[in-house]
């Protein structure tokens, strides 16, 4: 699926903000809004029901894209999907920070998204050159055999893992991390059910911004201590606060996160493989 590049300039340094973005919650599935360095896209498996943002967080998205364009490292480019249904919860955007190249090339493999943490992590245990057994994986992470053993068919029919030898197992190339992943949350009010939000994020995204309107000094206060705790970002009435820092998380993770992206992207979920 090839997805537009977006057009040059910065809107977040104080240019006017295109046209339309403020009703990104309107428009068909998958379509495809392009911003400064930015390809904004609609889950092709959104909530169940008609997409709704309430009044008050729909005003906010030019805020949630303004800091999405402030990301560490969006200059080497970034795709930004709204609503996408992640390992845990679903943030109003999630932006991917990378070149576009990982993510094409992931698109254009035809593995079915990995979204079983199970199996994304067993993927994750083995190597792009070197050989791995199903002994030597169950020993790296530490579970049963039998666990791995009846796994790993379905992945290799499924093109994630490739078979060179009996029993040693390669990961496919293009199925790796894809570059950073953020999860953005957008809140009218209601500090603490923004900090579990984004904490929730926090346990699969590599970092979290979240945006809020006009708060008072005593919401602001915990706003403050939540986010300097969890590392996260905060925009408060349209100006950044706090900037996200990077969440340092293991490969499976990072894997599992991608492949929820990709699942957004192409629409369509791995079958689940008994455990």
Same mark, same amino acid.
């Given at each position: ?40 896209? #609609? ?9 709704? !943002? &309430? ?6 998205? &030019? ?7 402030? !990301? ?21 955007? #999630? ?10 090339? $992931? ?60 029993? $040693? ?29 984004? $904490? ?43 900037? &996200? ?6 490969? &499976? ?23």
């Amino acid at each position: 699926m090839a997805l537009p590049n977006g057009p040059a300039g910065d809107t977040a340094s104080g240019g006017a903000m295109p046209a339309g973005l403020g009703d990104l919650d309107q428009g068909p599935p998958c379509e495809t809004r392009p911003v400064t360095l930015t390809a904004v896209q #609609t889950t092709s498996t959104p909530r169940a029901g008609r997409r709704f !943002l &309430p009044v008050g967080e729909s005003e906010l998205i &030019p805020d949630a894209l303004a800091a999405c364009e402030r !990301l560490p490292g969006s200059e080497r480019g970034m795709v930004v999907v709204r609503e996408m249904t992640g390992p845990i919860g679903i943030p109003d955007l #999630t932006a991917l920070v990378g070149p576009r190249r990982a993510l094409d090339a $992931r698109l254009a493999h035809p593995a079915p998204p990995i979204l079983n943490r199970i199996d994304a992590s067993i993927v994750a245990s083995t190597h792009l050159r070197a050989p791995r057994s199903s002994a030597a994986i169950s020993r790296a992470l530490g579970w049963p055999l039998d666990l791995i053993e009846r796994r790993l068919p379905e992945l290799v029919l499924n093109g994630a893992l490739l078979e060179p030898r009996p029993r $040693r197992y390669l990961r496919a190339d293009p199925i790796r991390p894809l570059g950073r992943i953020f999860a953005v949350e957008a809140k009218v009010k209601d500090a603490s059910a923004a900090i579990t939000q984004i $904490r929730a994020y926090g346990s699969w995204a590599d970092g979290c911004v979240l945006v809020m309107g006009r708060v008072g000094e005593n919401s602001l206060g915990r706003l403050l201590a939540a986010v300097d705790e969890d590392h996260s970002g905060l925009v408060v009435a349209g100006k950044p606060v706090r900037r &996200p820092q990077i969440i340092q998380h293991d490969l &499976p993770r990072r894997l599992w996160a991608a492949e929820h992206f990709v699942a957004a992207l192409r629409g369509r979920h791995q079958p689940s493989v008994a455990p």
